[in-house]
């Protein structure tokens, strides 16, 4: 059985890249229900960058300050789907939703698993059209192998899902429009490389 978290639990979220963690760092459960995992992710939160030779190379923040600079996000994800929705705020209002195109979340014993996949859409929290982000640079790394057999055309295809959910109005994170982030969260500790997170639930 997959593991279950609890509300301010402090969990593991890695990006894994070559069977390597390229990206790990903690955010706290805000709820989990089985198949929607939802999380926060501090302002200040320390990041930990992978080393040695990635197929990307190293990750595109390692030269920043190694934490998270933006604003707090709540980053909601569900079992399967190939994509999650950052809310982001501006002040005390939502600013808009940020869909995350990445490999479907894979739980472990201490967090969960995933790779971002470059392409990114924005959606106005006020109804304004929807825009495409960094789409140039997905189909550049897809031109150029970057990605696995079928990989891209998997993220096509969630991206195709998105905007169907978002012409219908089945949008899911709706749910969420509402809730707000902690006044003065607590911001976790680093994490170390290996041992960080388990083995995903079934490897």
Known sequence: MEPRFSAGQVVVRREILDDREWLVYPVRVVADDGRTLAVYLAQGTPLTFGRGNFSWGLHPWVDFDHSWQSTGVLQL????????????????????????????MRRTERGFDTLDQELDLVIPADGSPFAWK????????????????GEADAVRAAAD??????????????????????????????????GAGAAAIGT
Do not use: M
């Not at 960094?134 to 057999?149: C, K, L, M, T, W």
């Not at 809730?179 to 911001?187: G, H, Q």
């Open 161 to 194: 899902e998105v905007v169907r959910l978002i012409e219908t109005g089945d949008c899911w994170w709706e749910q969420w429009r509402d809730w707000r982030p902690p006044t003065a969260p607590e911001v976790p500790g680093p994490l170390a490389l290996g």
């Open 77 to 104: 994800q569900r079992a399967g789907d190939g994509y999650a929705v950052w809310a982001r705020w501006q002040g005390a209002e939502l600013k808009d939703w940020y869909v995350n195109f990445q490999r479907p």
């Open 134 to 149: 960094d789409a140039d640079h997905f189909e550049e790394r897809a031109r150029a192998g970057g990605f696995g057999p």
